[in-house]
C-alpha cells in the first residue's frame, strides 16, 4: 500500500485563488520532503527541498512567496499555490524520506488546472 | 552539476517485442546512485530499481533488466517480452549519495501494441 499520501488528486479553481496540495508520510517520519513538478508530455523538476522544523530550500528560479511549503510535522509537507494562475497548471508530486531509509517515497501527485 | 540524458522520447513496440531504454548521465560525485522509475497514466511513479555506483553488477528481475556501465556512464534498462501493461513513461534518475534530490531525465514512453 501507499507510504506516502497526497491529497487532492486533482483540482481545478479560479485565478486568483490559492490552493493547498498535502503531502503525508503514512508509516515513518519524514524528516525532509521534496516537491516537484511536471508540465505535460516533460520530466520532474524539483522545486523545493522541505525540512521538517524549518524553511524550506527553493531551487533556483522557483518563486517562494508563489509556492509556499510548511512542514510543520513530521508526517506532513503542504504546498501552497498562491494566487494561481493559468500556467501554474501542472502535475505536482512530493516524496519523502526519513533518517535511515536510503529509498525515496513518491506520493501519487496532484493535477492543478488552473481556469 | 548532475544530468541524466534519455535520448529516446518515444518508443512503440509490438507486444512479446524486446524493449532497451537508454539512459546516460554525468556527475562529479564518486558516490551516487542511480534509479528508473515507471509512470503509467494515472501518474504516479513506480519504482523499478536503484544502483549503487559501486556495484556494476547487472541485474535481473522477472522481464525487467539492467546494464549498468560506468566506464560510459550509462545505465540501460531492457523489458523482455513486451506486454501492454508496460506502456508507460520510463525515467532515469540519479542522486548524489550525500544528497536525496533526485535529477530526472526527460522520460521515454514507451507504447506497447497488442
Known amino acids: 500500500g501507499a507510504v506516502v499520501s497526497q491529497h487532492p488528486s486533482w483540482v481545478i479553481c479560479k485565478s486568483g485563488t490559492s490552493v493547498k496540495i498535502e503531502c503525508r508520510s503514512l508509516d515513518f517520519q519524514a524528516t525532509t520532503m521534496f516537491w516537484y513538478r511536471q508540465f505535460p508530455k516533460q520530466s520532474l523538476m524539483l522545486m523545493a527541498t522541505?525540512?521538517?522544523?524549518?524553511?524550506?530550500?527553493?531551487e533556483q528560479g522557483v518563486e517562494k512567496d508563489k509556492f509556499l511549503i510548511n512542514h510543520a510535522s513530521l508526517t506532513l509537507s503542504t504546498l501552497t499555490v498562491t494566487s494561481a494562475h493559468p500556467e501554474d497548471s501542472s502535475f505536482y508530486i512530493c516524496?519523502?524520506?526519513?533518517?535511515?531509509?536510503?529509498?525515496?517515497?513518491f506520493g501519487s501527485g496532484t493535477q492543478l488546472s488552473v481556469l | 552539476a548532475q544530468k541524466v540524458t534519455q535520448a529516446q522520447t518515444e518508443i512503440s513496440v509490438v507486444e512479446k517485442e524486446d524493449v532497451t531504454l537508454d539512459c546516460v548521465y554525468e556527475?562529479?560525485?564518486?558516490?551516487?546512485?542511480l534509479f528508473w522509475y515507471k509512470q503509467p497514466p494515472s501518474g504516479e511513479l513506480v519504482f523499478l530499481i536503484r544502483r549503487n555506483s559501486f556495484d556494476e553488477q547487472n541485474e535481473i528481475s522477472g522481464r525487467y533488466s539492467w546494464n549498468f556501465q560506468k566506464s560510459t556512464s550509462s545505465f540501460n534498462f531492457t523489458i523482455t517480452a513486451s506486454q501492454v501493461v508496460d506502456s508507460a513513461v520510463y525515467f532515469c534518475?540519479?542522486?548524489?549519495?550525500?544528497?536525496?534530490?533526485?535529477?530526472f531525465g526527460a522520460g521515454t514512453t514507451v507504447t506497447v501494441r497488442a
Open positions: 522541505s525540512n521538517e522544523g524549518s524553511k524550506a530550500t527553493y
Open positions: 556527475t562529479r560525485d564518486t558516490t551516487y546512485y
Open positions: 534518475a540519479l542522486r548524489g549519495a550525500n544528497d536525496y534530490k533526485l535529477s
Open positions: 516524496s519523502a524520506i526519513s533518517g535511515g531509509r536510503e529509498k525515496l517515497f
